[in-house]
């Protein structure tokens, strides 16, 4: 029995999922979820709640639950955390040893020792964040009808070093224009770089560095060294809490640069940021975070009940013509309304 507070307030549905992290209050997943159970015609028979747990309480969560249980998205700080619990089920999920979903499958017994131990059944574990950032960043490409101007690969900065840096570093893995043009050369900012082993382990040994697909990072530079050189990439994707890349943003302001590449910051709150904010005034396409959710949540949703699940752990990128249009549309609304 759950005993933690629900702080989105959902009812008890037949078929339950939740989002869990900590912090989590400021999470818009049950906006999203909700909406898409709305225009798939499940409301009445799912719900999405929204509870906050931390690493020290994640087995006592998952020991909790019953078999009324679907899915989980997952946050900060559970995303690695989650690993012995499950069996990575898609590309970046095996690949990253990160994973923001869980879908649990009760017909068939845990593997590892710690989700038996706890009682719980298989759950597999997905990795949609990559796919996120890269149906994000095509979107806008399409939607504005604006691409990369470059008569060779482009050049790409990804800005933290954290999990979700390494998702990014994914995406531009696999991203490519309409062209076909893909990614060539990946330069990592981050103010302590050396604390994310996989990242130093891209730039000194890719070869040896065990994640099969990631590209090679070409230099890892200094956040200060970043704000000089921000202009001379055609992607830039930070991923910064909020407010981390204020200080970037106001030297881009003060510098008065001019801007022809495509920034997507995956912080979502306040809206826009401040780099997002700098960066259209300087005269690039700039991406909110709000759409790296709302690609990552219809990616869970279809695992999660199993509707049009297929494209995503097809072992390839997620194409845009894949994505269901009339749940996208439904999930937009509902998020541009929860954000006004």
Not at 94 to 121: C, E, K, Y
Not at 328 to 338: G, I, N, P, Q, V
Request: charged share 20%; hydrophobic share 40%.
């Amino acid at each position: 029995m759950i005993t933690i507070p629900d702080s989105f307030g959902a009812p008890t549905c037949a078929n339950q999922c939740a989002v869990l992290g900590k912090p989590v209050a400021h999470s818009l997943s049950p906006v999203l979820h909700q909406a898409a159970y709305r225009a798939l015609g499940l409301e009445q028979s799912w719900s999405y709640h929204r509870y906050e747990v931390g690493e020290d309480a994640l087995a006592g969560f998952l020991g909790s639950l019953d078999d009324s249980w679907r899915g989980l998205s997952l946050t900060m700080p559970l995303k690695r955390t989650i690993q012995p619990y499950g069996v990575p089920s898609n590309t970046w999920a095996t690949t990253l040893h990160v994973a923001n979903t869980v879908v649990f499958d009760w017909d068939t017994p845990a593997h590892s020792a710690p989700a038996r131990n706890a009682g719980l059944p298989l759950m597999r574990l997905y990795n949609t964040d990559v796919d996120g950032i890269d149906l994000a960043v095509r979107h806008a490409w399409q939607s504005q009808r604006t691409y990369p101007r470059t008569s060779g690969d482009i050049s790409a900065l990804v800005i933290g070093n954290g999990n979700t840096a390494m998702s990014a570093i994914a995406a531009l893995a696999q991203l490519r224009t309409p062209q076909d043009v893909s990614v060539d050369g990946i330069t990592v900012a981050a103010r302590h770089p050396e604390r994310n082993r996989d990242i130093v382990a891209l730039h000194e040994h890719p070869d040896s560095a065990g994640m099969p697909g990631m590209p090679r990072i070409d230099d890892i530079i200094s956040l200060e060294a970043a704000a000089g050189r921000i202009q001379d990439y055609q992607i830039i994707i930070s991923t910064l809490p909020a407010h981390a890349a204020d200080g970037l943003a106001h030297q881009l302001v003060a510098s008065d640069l001019h801007v022809e590449g495509t920034l997507l910051d995956v912080a979502y709150d306040p809206h826009p940021s401040e780099l997002n904010h700098a960066w259209s005034q300087a005269g690039g396409i700039s991406i909110g975070g709000e759409e790296m959710l709302l690609y990552q949540a219809i990616g869970q949703v279809c695992l999660m009940t199993g509707r049009g699940a297929q494209a995503w752990t097809a072992g390839k990128p997620v194409d845009m013509d894949e994505v269901d249009g009339t749940l996208e549309d439904a999930m937009r609304e509902a998020l541009r309304e929860a954000m006004k």
